[in-house]
Each structure stands twice: as C-alpha cells, then as structure tokens.
C-alpha cells in the first residue's frame, strides 16, 4: 500500500500508528499541521472494513480539523484519531488507557476529545494517562460535552444560509432534512423546532426516530430516501462523503448545511453541488462551534457567554465565504479550502521566521 503518494496525504507533518497486543488496540493518530498551534481534534472509534479506510479516515479527518481550526480562528493546530474497534469483546478501560500512553507520548502535539464512537466517559478514562484530552464534562469549570455548541454552529449556519439563498430571516415554515439523530442531530432539531422548522428525519436506530416523530412532530424516512427527499435544507449529520456524483444528482434541497465532517466524497463535488446551484455550507467552517469551546477548556478560558458569543459568529463567517464565491463564481468549498489554507501557510511562515531569528 502507498503512504506518502496516498490520494489523502497532503502535506501532513506526522501520522502515528499504535499497537499494544495486550488491549487490542489498534489505533492511527494523524497531525496534520501543529502550525497554529498543538494539533487537535477528536478520536473516533469504528468497526473500520480494512485498514486502508481506517488510515484514510484520519488523514482526511485530520486535515478537516487543521482547516476547521485555522478558519475559526483558533491558536490549534489540525490532528484527528482513530480506533480501529476490536472484533468480539474487549476491555474498553483498559484498550483506551493503552491509547491514553500513546498521545502522553506524542508530549502535547496532540489533544484529544469525543467523536463518533467515544464519549465523555471515554476521555476520563484516557484523563487517566495523560493530560492532553479536553471534553471532560465532570472537571469543573469545562465545558463537557461539545455536541450542544456544534449543533448551536449549524444552527446559525442555517440561518445564514437561509438569509443568503433563501433571502428569509426566520426558518418558520421552512423544512429541513436532517441524517442523523446523534448527539448534534438531537440538539439541531430541537432549535429547528422551536424556531418553528419541520422536520424530516432519518437514524438507523428507530427508537432516534421515533423519540423525534414524538418530540418535534417530525417525519420520518427511509435511510435511502433523505438525501432526495424535497426540503428546503438538507443538514447531514451522521457519518462523512454522502455528498457524491450521484446523491447531488437527486438532491431536491436549497441548502445543504450540517454536521457531519467530511461531507464532500471528492474534491469535485463542491463544483458539482455550486453547477446545481444548491448553496452548500462547508463543513468544517458550519461545525466548528464544538472545538471552538473545546479550544476555550483547553486554554482554561472556559466562560460560556463568550463561547456562545463565538459559535454564534460562525454565521457571519459563512455569509463572507458565500459573498466571496459568488463574488468569483467559486464553489463556496473551495473559498473555505484556500482561506484556510493560506491562514495556515502564513502562520508557517511566521514560526519558520522566529525559529531562523532565534
Ligand atoms: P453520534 O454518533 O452521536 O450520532 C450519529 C448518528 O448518526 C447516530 O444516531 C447514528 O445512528 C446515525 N447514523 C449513522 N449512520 C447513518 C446513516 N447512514 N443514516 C442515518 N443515520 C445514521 O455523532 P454526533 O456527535 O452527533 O456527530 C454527528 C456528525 O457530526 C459526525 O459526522 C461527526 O464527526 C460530526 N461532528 C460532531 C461534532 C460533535 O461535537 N459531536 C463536532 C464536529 C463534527
């Protein structure tokens, strides 16, 4: 197999693989960039089908954060984990703490906190080996569970969005589709529903779909059917690349502005989507607001009015990245890629500067 040639491998400064017999273990903790900052970003626990899709997920996971961090504007550099989930039982404790070691090793180039897959209990257990994890709900004065302040950024990212296509200030009467009744999904439709939205949703767990059919008079569908179900906004929020050559063919939104990273299977399906004329909302800029506070626990500056006050921003920031590719008639994923991008380059410099004047 390749690893530096590797579609995914783009510049990325480290990639870690760990194994400990003894737990089971089998994890890739990939650095982006450290640039900007200690590289950050969340460890994901799946049942991976092959190794090859394990390491692509955390190259391409990482390299969302490094984009995600440096558009929000936060001193942290991109890193993401990934834990390959043991076939048959295993003791969880045990396998994460053997995890714990391996980021203490890395000596702060990488934080840690939730994902699909790991929970707020998990970082305590992964507490126990090391400090570098954040989202650590029972320590006080942190912020706990990120999922509330990501599902508040897509929030106002909707909302935004809803303002540039749709030239409409409120989502009353407005419908939106949502994949994913998670820990944001859950959050999302809650805000939607009181702002006066309908819902359509879909989970692969029933009982999801059925607590939201009760609490917000949602309609349910099938997990083939969201992605073409007519909406005005679509709002994915379960796992990566639903966005491809053929599922934007049969989209039947407006909007598409959701959680989940990764959303774009290439890097041409921005383009596909703009050609459609659909506004789409790239996602590592909509779903920042859980590291945004993540990064707040992290600096110990945890005060949730201000955090709020920044998740909320995330608005304004979309609204500039739309202005700016119609303005170039660009797809509003490549406006994120470049300012990205050239955040992380200059601060590159900057650090190459001060180490050469030292
Ligand atoms: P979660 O694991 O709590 O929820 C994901 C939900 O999607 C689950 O209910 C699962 O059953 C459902 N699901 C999985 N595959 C599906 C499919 N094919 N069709 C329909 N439903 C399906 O995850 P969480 O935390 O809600 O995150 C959702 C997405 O947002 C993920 O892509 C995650 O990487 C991303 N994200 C989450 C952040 C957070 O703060 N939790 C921060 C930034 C991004």
């Known amino acids: ?33 450290t640039a900007l ?12 089908a092959s190794d090859e899709e394990a390491i692509r997920d955390a190259l391409r996971l990482s390299k969302g954060m490094s984009h995600k ?18 076939e048959g039982s295993y003791d969880r404790q045990a396998l994460l703490r053997a ?25 305590l257990v992964i507490r126990q080996e090391t400090p570098h994890v954040s989202g650590l709900s029972t320590e006080p004065g942190k912020g706990g569970d990120p999922s509330p302040y990501t599902a508040l950024g897509v929030y106002s990212g909707i909302k ?24 944001v999904g859950r959050h999302l439709c809650a805000m939607l529903h009181k702002d006066g939205a309908k819902l359509i949703v879909t989970d692969i767990a029933q009982d999801r779909v059925q607590a939201a059919v009760e609490a917000w008079g949602a309609k349910a569908v099938g997990l083939g059917e969201i992605l073409s179900v007519e909406a005005d906004v679509l709002a994915p929020c379960a796992l ?15 909007i598409v502005a959701g959680a989940a990273n990764n959303q774009l299977a290439t890097a041409e399906d921005g383009e596909r989507i703009r ?38 921003a995330i608005g304004a920031r979309l609204a500039g990245i739309f202005a700016q590719a119609d303005k170039e008639g660009l797809s509003t994923a490549t406006v994120a890629d470049r300012l990205a991008e050239e955040k992380i380059a200059a601060a590159r410099k900057k650090n190459a500067a001060t180490t050469k004047a030292a």
């Not at 929000?72 to 834990?83: E, R």
């Open 275 to 312: 050609q459609r004329g659909i506004l789409y909302a790239p996602d590592y800029v909509i779903n920042a607001g859980g590291i945004i506070a993540v990064s707040h626990e992290i600096l110990n500056q945890f005060e949730e009015p201000v955090v709020i006050a920044k998740v909320e």
């Open 240 to 254: 990566g690349a639903v966005l491809t050559a053929e599922t934007i063919a049969k989209l039947n939104v407006s």
């Open 160 to 183: 935004a969005s809803v303002r540039h296509k749709l030239g409409k200030d409120s989502l009353e009467g407005l419908t939106v589709a949502v994949q994913g009744l998670g820990n």
């Open 69 to 86: 961090n440096a558009m929000a504007d936060l001193p942290l550099g991109g890193g993401k984990s990934v834990i390959i989930a043991p």
């Open 99 to 123: 995890f714990g070691r391996a980021i203490h090793s890395l000596g702060g180039r990488y934080i840690t906190a939730e994902d699909v897959g790991t929970s707020v209990a998990d970082m």
């Open 37 to 48: 900052g200690p590289a950050a970003g969340g460890c994901r626990m799946w049942r991976y």
């Open 1 to 33: 197999m390749t690893v530096f040639s590797a579609a995914d491998f783009s510049n990325h400064e480290q990639v870690v693989f760990v194994q400990d017999a003894e737990t089971g273990l089998k994890a890739i903790i990939a650095l982006h960039s």
